[in-house]
Each structure stands twice: as structure tokens, then as C-alpha cells.
């Protein structure tokens, strides 16, 4: 299936707008052993699925504009009040209310370091990140929850002091539009199409 | 700063007695090209029946409700193959449900069987677990297991559920383990001393005698970690057959006793709060108030190094077995050995050591069959059927399978369905020329640990030969 047949989707009036092809199937093959005994048959297909991010859209919406949100529960009657959720949360998890989006992107440029982080050569089929893959694992002042993201320039330490740089040039509006670098680096060091 | 209420930290109260009365197992591998899923539940389903001296005819005109565990629908691709494999075991019109809690998926099969008899629903259950992971290429297989994770803020980075666990361990590495050579050894030993195990079993699809400098030369997944250090993706199933008193006694002269407790946390780490560590019976209030000093970096809890779901269901189980310390009340544990240093972060978890010293369970040699150090059997020997790095990880059936190979010491029977030249033969297994007897002599109490990637959802299951109860606590 060519990128030009592939599916794409408009919401109108609250339905979907369907437009191209979804799915696509292919010949099966048949499995045969070294004595010629069939084993089986292989079932090749390609589908696109259509996922909606709900109220977590203005997070992945603001990654493409260079902002990086969370969320803070500010219901005076519950425990989690003035609890900033990075990831985002829509609803708090201990009173369910809703929460309040809160810039953090100063936050994060001022001070955000390295808990934890791991870098490894391997991925699952479908990986679109440069090898080797180094995840970070930010925290940030007065923030009790810590964020997962994956290190575009250095060798992570626990410890380091990290900056977040956003895909702003052609945004794929998911979690990949944000990385992070060491504090200090120039512009001319982050991966095309991101900036600070 | 998390807290959890009384009525949710109430200990579990069953309406009556539930008991082990069988189970069985079939080959595992990485791949078996040569059955359907089905041909391989029903081997081990009419490994559970012969067990007890039935046919399987005989033992399913018991079962009065069946529990499925199969974590991943993608990995067979079928939906509803629960309702699939309870058509080819004949089981209806039973009534039937597919469970699925990822790495955990074949305790919480377990947990619900449990239930249901306790409860006075079924007097007899059929918890039957499987997987099926060698119908895509291992990049695919990684895909989905990372599904598993958040499909949003996860799942796009990199599609490999390892480096989702790694960020855990290079923590714990450094805290705990503080980055030193000897815990690096310790971490290795576990992978020596499990697959050393498989290798006098039959059903094990990883057997290897190794040493720790082959772990350490192993290639790195993500480092620390190493490929020796992780476990293996399996194909697969086991079942157990639990009921109440009454039918455990007809079906046989020598149940036993089954707790079943769950946990859960987070399916993301990265959502996880601070909070004070939930105690169990054998620690005391103060133990951990300086655990941020002696570890620099170890006073977030459970952070990135503990997994809370794993203390919470040793939290409730223990208290409904009456076990106080496990490694004075249990005689043998099988855990969730998914990687080397997820194995010692859960001796910390379920108090088999305190947290921060979850090492000295390995290098003390009280894990062992037969302590190197002594050559006297260990004081709670771990994984002797291999473990996931060793035997197997078929997600579904691997909680199931534990709790099966526990049984099997308690009953005094494990050498018996280990030894036997035929079943090596019938999987195609050369048994070893130093085939060696891992019965545990005497063991009458027992623990499985079945736990879903970086700690979602864990469940504790305890075996107790009724004439060795505990005192409820």
C-alpha cells in the first residue's frame, strides 16, 4: 500500500471522515518443512488504526509548538491538591476531577534532571528512534511523578541536568516530537526540525 | 505521599478452604512448530489428570468452572482464544473467562480460580494458562509486548518493553547495587544457578551450564543488563485444578492448601508517587528510616526500585497463610526471575530480605538447592525448575507452572515427573548425564511470586500441606 492510499481521518460533527485504504491484504503463503509436510500458512495484512488522544490532545498538540504541559489538581478537598502530573493526566487519580493544564516547559528548561536511564542497541519492530536509544527518565522540581523521554544528544547520567527540545518543523504530534539534550548544548548539536 | 486506606489494606477473608488437588504442564520452547495451542494445553491437561490417576474424562466431569490466562491475543492472532480452547477440551457448557494481566496473567488465573471456590461458586475449577509467542519474528514479538505498555507516552519509544524495565534496573544498580563488581557477580550467579537448574527439566527450554563470567560476556541488552541476564519468550501451557475440601479429598488423598493475593501499581513508572513502605509481618516501623542514608538515592519509594504491587500481594498473602518470615515458614520459593536484578529487587519486595540487602539472599547460598558454601541444602532454595530465565516464560502459563513445580516437592513427587527417561524423550531432550534429584527434602509450605513487566500487577500464591498450617496472623 503506497503512502498516498493510506488511510487518513477527519473528525466532522463528532463522526469520523474516512478517506483511503485501512487495510490491505496480501496472498498467504504455505509453510512447508525440510520434508516437504505442510506446517501451516503465514497470514500477511497490513491495517491502520485510528486512535483518539481525548483530553490528552492539547499535550501532543503543544509538543509541536514547543510547549511542554502537564496537568495540576487543584480540588482544595483532595489530598492531591497542588500536585503537578507530568505525564499529563486528565483526571487526578485520587478525587477523579478534572485537572488544570499548567505550562511547564520554563519548568522543565530551569530544572529538570536525570533519575534514571538506560541505553541499548536493541527495539521492537516499528522503532522510527536512531540506535542506540538512550531513554531518559526526567524529574522536575516539585513534581511528584517523573517522565520518560529519550536523549538526543550525549551519554545520560543519573544526575545530569537535561533541557527539553521540541519537534516544531514537521511535528507527528506523539510523544517522539519531545526529546531532551544536556544542559549547554547548541543548537547546531539537536536533531533537525527540533528546537529548544 | 500516597495512603491507602484500612478497609483497602484488610486481609483477605475466604469462605472456606481451597485446595491444590493437581496440575500438570507440556513442553515449553521457544518455538513448536509441530502442535496447535491447543494440542499443547491439552498435554497438559492430561499430564494433571494422570497425575492423580484419572482420565481425563474422569476429571473433567469435576470442573464446574474454567479460568483462562493468555496475555496476548496479538501473539496467536486470535481473539477469544479462550473460548477456542475450552471448545477443544470439551468443557462445555461451563462457564468460562479469559484473564489477562500481562506477566502476571498466570497468577491472576490462579487468583480468580481461587475465588471462585472459595466462594462456594465451583466446588471444582480448571485454571489452565498458555502462550503462544513464535508465530511472529522476535522484533514483532517485542512490538507487542510493548504494547503492553502506554500505547501514548510509552509504546513510540523504541517498541522494546526491555528498555522499559532497564531505566528500573540501572537505578536499583546504582542504589542499591552501587555500581560495584560483586553485585554484578551476584546478578550473574542468579543466571548460573537458574539455568543450571533447567537443565534437570524436562519441560525446560533454556537449560545451559554456564558460568558467571559467560553472563557477564553475554552481549549487552541494556547495560546493565546482559542477554543471559534476561528470560526467555516461550511457547507453552500448564493448568491446576483447585477445589474445595469435600471434592479435593475424592479426587485425592493429598491436596493442598492454596492462598492466592494480588497487587498492582502503575502501568507507567513514571506516574509513581512517593509513599511510606507498606510493612510486612517480620519488619518493623523503623527498619527503613535510614535506608537514604546507607543508600544514597534509595529513600523514594517505591520510586524506581521497588515494586509495590509485588509487596502488597506478599502483604495480603502472607497474612492469610500465617507466614511471618518466608524464609523461616516457607520451604522453597519460586519467583518472576523476568531479569537477574528483578529477581533481588523481589527478595526485598516479599521480605526474604530487607530493603537494600536483597543480595545476600544469593550470596548467603540460601537460595541454592544445596548451599555452595556449606553443601547443606539452602535455606529456601529459588527457581529450581530453571525459572523464566531457565524453563520458560509463556506468559500465561508461567504463574500456573510455578505453582505446579511447588506442589510437586510438597507432594514429595518432583523427581518423578522430572526424572522419567520417557517424557525426556517425548520432547526430544537429552537428559543430562549428571541428571541431579531437586527435591527438597521435608518441604511442606511453599511460594510462588507471578509479576507483570515493571510491576503493574503481582500475585503471590502459597501451598500448604494441611498438616503444616500456620497460625493465621
Known sequence: ????????????????????????????????????????????????????????????????????????????????????????????????????????????????????????????????????????????????????????????????????IFNTASPTYTILDLSWVPDGTNESEIPEGFTF | MIKFSDKQLKIPQMQRPVFLVTGGMSKFGRA???????????????????????????????????????????????????????????????????????????????????????????????????????EVPTDEGNNYIASAADKDWETPLGHIYTGYYAVMAQKYWQVFGKEEESFRRTMAEIAVKNRGYARMNPHAQGPMKITVEDVMNSPVVAYPLRALDCCLMSVGAACAILCDEKTAYELTDNPLMIHVAAGSHTLRVADRRNMEIPLLPNESPDQYKDLGDRFPGGDRYPGFTGFLAARMAAYYCYRMAGVVDPTEDLDLVELHDAFTISDIQTYEDIGIRPYGEGRTYVESGDCYHTNPHTGKPGKLPSNLCGGLLGCMHAVGATGIMQTVEIGQHIWGRWAEMHEDQSKWDRFGRTKPADWTNLQVEGANRGLAISHAGVGSHVTATILVHPDHQLERN
Open chain 1, 1 to 164: 500500500m503506497s503512502t498516498a492510499e493510506r488511510g487518513k481521518v477527519r473528525v466532522e460533527k463528532g463522526r469520523y471522515r474516512l478517506d483511503g485504504k485501512f487495510h490491505y491484504g496480501y496472498p498467504n503463503d504455505p509453510i512447508w518443512n525440510e520434508d516437504g509436510k505442510l506446517m501451516g500458512v503465514t497470514n500477511p495484512r497490513d491495517v491502520t488504526h485510528v486512535h483518539m488522544y481525548g483530553g490528552e490532545a492539547p499535550f501532543f498538540e503543544g509538543l509541536g509548538k514547543g510547549k511542554l504541559l502537564g496537568t495540576c489538581c487543584d480540588n482544595p478537598d483532595c489530598e492531591a491538591d497542588g500536585s503537578i502530573f507530568i505525564p499529563f493526566r486528565i483526571h487526578c487519580p485520587d478525587c477523579l476531577g478534572k485537572n488544570t493544564i499548567v505550562d511547564m516547559t520554563d519548568t522543565a528548561r530551569k530544572g529538570a534532571t536525570v533519575h534514571t536511564f538506560m541505553t541499548t542497541e536493541r527495539t521492537g519492530a516499528f522503532n522510527t528512534l536512531p540506535k542506540p536509544i538512550r531513554f531518559v527518565n526526567v524529574e522536575f522540581e516539585g513534581v511528584p511523578t517523573i517522565l520518560m523521554g529519550y536523549l538526543s544528544v550525549g551519554k545520560p547520567e543519573i544526575g545530569m541536568k537535561v533541557v527539553p
Open chain 2, 32 to 134: 513448536v512448530p509441530e502442535k496447535r495451542t491447543e494440542e499443547l494445553v491439552i498435554d497438559a491437561f492430561v499430564e494433571a489428570a494422570e497425575f492423580i490417576d484419572k482420565s481425563s474424562a474422569e476429571l473433567k466431569e469435576y470442573i464446574h468452572s474454567c479460568y483462562y490466562g493468555h496475555f496476548a491475543d496479538h501473539f496467536g492472532d486470535q481473539l477469544l482464544g479462550e473460548a477456542l480452547i475450552h471448545d477443544r477440551l470439551g468443557l462445555d457448557p461451563l462457564g468460562n473467562v479469559g484473564i489477562k494481566t500481562g506477566g502476571a496473567t498466570g497468577g491472576s488465573t490462579l487468583w480468580e480460580a481461587f475465588k471462585a471456590v472459595a466462594s462456594g461458586y465451583s466446588d471444582c475449577v480448571l485454571a489452565m494458562g498458555w502462550e503462544r509467542m513464535d
